[in-house]
Nanobody, 124 residues
Framework: QVQLVQFGGGAVQAGGSLRLSCAAS????????MSWFRQAPGKEREGVAGISSTGGSTFYADSVKGRFTISRDNAKFTLYLQMDRLKPEDTAMYFC?????????????????WGQGTQVTVSS
């Protein structure tokens, strides 16, 4: 099973930007759909963005559309999430996910590999 290690995150003021990275342990991830999720305290884990194996198709939650960009570099086995114009409501622990089993991409139960999580805090 692929191992995922996350980098990036931190604290920023509203309107700022952050970039998250997710490095996979091997290239098996390159043939699979991957996603970013986030989870705020007391809330369910929600799908933020998803990307096809080639990067040709991307999907976003309405709450981040136009502000976040998901991308991947298959040569480097790495997934990215560029977050611009951040808002306080974006504050959460962010997770990358792999091993998608098909179906509705924002469903966290359809993934079998997860990164360790990265905290993103946006102050007003």
């Amino acid at each position: 099973q692929v191992q995922l290690v996350q980098f990036g995150g931190g604290a920023v003021q509203a309107g700022g930007s952050l970039r998250l990275s997710c490095a996979a342990s091997d290239n098996t991830y390159s043939i699979r759909f991957m996603s970013w999720f986030r989870q705020a305290p007391g809330k369910e884990r929600e799908g933020v963005a998803g990307i096809s194996s080639t990067g040709g198709s991307t999907f976003y939650a309405d709450s981040v559309k136009g502000r976040f960009t998901i991308s991947r570099d298959n040569a480097k086995f790495t997934l990215y999430l560029q977050m611009d114009r951040l808002k306080p409501e974006d504050t959460a622990m962010y997770f990358c996910a792999a091993g998608f089993m098909g179906g509705d991409w924002p469903n966290a139960r359809l993934y079998n590999a997860w990164g360790q999580g990265t905290q993103v805090t946006v102050s007003s």
